[in-house]
């Protein structure tokens, strides 16, 4: 069974920054689009960005310029940089592994929650 685990969430304040980080399996990473998720309460899941085993990204209007997506290929992880936070970023995130040869199959972490509040 294929595990993604997050790490990094916590509470901060307005303006502040946090990083997450998402190991995965070393079986999956090499090929794997890795992408950030998250799901604020009341609201559907979105993308916050992803980045493909070639380096593309795909980043969120709502946090470009303030987040930044990065993968370790040694350390089998992907992270996201969080700066000048926002209430409105306060959300579970959920790490993603995801590639077109597997079809529907996608790979979602537990999530870990990010609070953004003074």
């Known amino acids: 069974q294929v595990q993604l685990v997050e790490s990094g969430g916590g509470l901060v304040q307005p303006g502040g920054s946090l990083r997450l980080s998402c190991v995965a399996p070393?079986?999956?990473?090499?090929?794997?689009?890795m992408g950030w998720y998250r799901q604020a309460p009341g609201k559907e899941r979105e993308l916050v960005a992803d980045?493909?085993?070639?380096?593309?990204?795909k980043t969120a209007d709502s946090v470009k310029g303030r987040f930044t997506i990065s993968r370790d290929n040694a350390k089998k992880t992907v992270d996201l940089q969080m700066n000048s936070l926002k209430p409105e970023d306060t959300a579970v995130y959920y790490c993603n592994a995801r590639h077109p040869s597997w079809g529907a199959v996608v790979y979602w972490g537990k999530g870990t929650l990010v609070t953004v509040s003074s």
């Open positions: 980045l493909t085993s070639r380096g593309g990204t």
């Open positions: 070393g079986t999956i990473f090499s090929l794997a689009t």
